[in-house]
């Protein structure tokens, strides 16, 4: 069985920073990282994603304020959110893509977390 728990979350005001920390685990391999989120009443949106080899994109909204990094050696991804701003409040996600060997070389699906609150207010 794979999981993926996150934690970090919680109340910040604008203008404030919180980490995400996703910590992966289970019998297969992870490639692609990522962190999406989903406010009320709208779809789930990819906010960044990080490669195996550490390349990394995001979305327009959080560009220059959002880091995404990971550390293969715990198969943990974080989300480093700066400069937050009420339009960021949201259930994120962490997901990563699953392989059956360090390799890469078959992929056999993806997991998801169960998602943790964000909530920036004043």
């Known amino acids: 069985q794979v999981q993926l728990v996150e934690s970090g979350g919680g109340l910040v005001q604008p203008g404030g920073s919180l980490t995400l920390s996703c910590a992966a685990s289970g019998s297969l391999f992870f490639g692609d990282m990522a962190w999406y989120r989903q406010a009320p009443g709208k779809p789930r949106e990819l906010v960044a994603r990080?490669?195996?080899?550490?390349?990394?994109n995001y979305a327009d909204s959080v560009k220059g304020r959002f880091t995404i990094s990971r550390d293969n050696a715990k198969n943990t991804v974080y989300l480093q959110m700066n400069t937050l701003k009420p339009e960021d409040t949201a259930v994120y996600y962490c997901?990563?893509?699953?392989?059956?060997?360090?390799?890469?070389?078959?992929?056999?699906?993806?997991?998801w977390g169960q998602g943790i609150q964000v909530t920036v207010s004043s």
């Open positions: 990080i490669r195996r080899g550490a390349r990394t």
């Open positions: 997901n990563a893509d699953l392989f059956t060997s360090a390799t890469l070389n078959f992929r056999v699906g993806t997991s």
